[in-house]
T-cell receptor, first 115, second 113 residues
Framework: DTEVTQTPKHLVMGMTNKKSLKCEQH?????MYWYKQKAKKPPELMFV???????INESVPSRFSPECPNSSLLNLHLHALQPEDSALYLC??????????????FGPGTRLTVL | AQTVTQSQPEMSVQEAETVTLSCTYD???????LFWYKQPPSRQMILVIR??????QNATENRFSVNFQKAAKSFSLKISDSQLGDAAMYFC??????????FGAGTRLTVKP
């Protein structure tokens, strides 16, 4: 299995809603990532998990809350979002061996619209 | 900080022809990885090709090859025999150790039939 899967594919939510994005991989990768991507722009790193521990938080607002329940799953909990948070949210994973991370494999993304 | 520059926001190629996408990067490290990712309109990022900086030989994957010039910090992607399915946004990316992956701004490739 060489896939990273993400659900849902599309999500529309109001500014008062609480929702979660899910990501799953079964490649045995120990590093997992959340990115935000606006149209025609490169992905922007949000969070990195290494061996289920939060390794990097790129000064992301607290209305985004990541969670890594186990080595295969990564969630992104959303609460009180703003319309400018509308974007494609990408999950990725990579091997990490002896502190060295390798190429990342991306999921198809969740297209989020905040009304 | 490492930066990645793609100076061509848009490129166009005729079907079956060859096109080269440019990428330069800035780093003080000697051992790192470089990648080209493709993102078609369906939006999934797909790894096209990778290059380890310690390897002098240029990486190739079927119709895709790179010209890696370490001293010049240049990493261009050549697509031969272009196909309609090659139309996409192409991102050059740099990775060192356990740091963040750095992406260029992207080049949008159009393939004309």
């Amino acid at each position: 299995d060489t896939e990273v899967t993400q659900t849902p594919k599309h999500l529309v939510m109001g500014m008062t809603n609480k929702k979660s994005l899910k990501c799953e991989q079964h490649m045995g990768h120990r590093a997992m990532y959340w990115y935000k991507q606006k149209a025609k722009k490169p992905p922007e790193l949000m969070f990195v998990y290494s061996y289920e521990k939060l390794s990097i938080n790129e000064s992301v607002p607290s209305r985004f809350s990541p969670e890594c329940p186990n080595s295969s799953l990564l969630n992104l909990h959303l609460h009180a979002l703003q319309p400018e948070d509308s974007a494609l949210y990408l999950c990725a994973s990579s091997q990490e061996v002896a502190g060295v991370r390798h190429e990342q494999f991306f999921g198809p993304g969740t297209r989020l619209t905040v009304l | 900080a490492q930066t990645v520059t793609q100076s061509q926001p848009e490129m166009s190629v005729q079907e079956a022809e060859t096109v080269t996408l440019s990428c330069t990067y800035d780093t003080s490290e000697s051992d790192y990885y470089l990648f080209w990712y493709k993102q078609p309109p369906s939006r999934q990022m797909i790894l096209v090709i990778r290059q380890e900086a310690y390897k002098q030989q240029n990486a190739t994957e079927n119709r895709f090859s790179v010209n890696f010039q370490k001293a010049a910090k240049s990493f261009s992607l050549k697509i031969s025999d272009s196909q309609l399915g090659d139309a996409a946004m192409y991102f050059c990316a740099y990775l060192y150790n356990n740091n963040d992956m750095r992406f260029g701004a992207g080049t949008r490739l159009t393939v004309k039939p």
